[in-house]
């Protein structure tokens, strides 16, 4: 991943860092900008089903991919819509996605 990009999708997840998309319109008016954005919201939404699992009582796994060189499986089960959901995700992308406090407590 891009250093920053990294750092863009950091200080989206930091609440106090003041950066904001539509103050910072020219930040994510590039290719980098709306990369990280993507990554952002991706994130988030995972975090928040491995929040959601995670307070009904389920363990979400992550595992390495044998297959595929730096990538990481995981897998949520989510008991109030009887479904489980499986992503993959860069090392850099499950490295961000540790550092969401919600993240770090179901793991």
Do not use: W
Not at 69 to 86: C, D, F
Request: with cysteine.
């Amino acid at each position: 991943m891009d250093p920053f990009v990294r750092r863009l999708v950091e200080r989206l997840f930091e609440p106090d860092s003041g950066l904001s998309r539509n103050r910072h319109f020219h930040t994510f008016d590039n290719a980098e900008g709306k990369l990280a954005m993507r990554i952002s919201k991706r994130l988030r939404a995972l975090a928040k089903d491995i929040d959601d699992c995670h307070r009904e009582g389920g363990k979400p796994t992550a595992s390495r991919s044998t297959d595929a060189k730096g990538k990481v499986r995981i897998e949520i089960g989510l008991a109030r819509l009887k479904t489980h959901r499986t992503t993959t995700l860069d090392e850099a992308e499950y490295e961000l996605l540790l550092k969401l406090p919600q993240v770090k407590q179901a793991f």
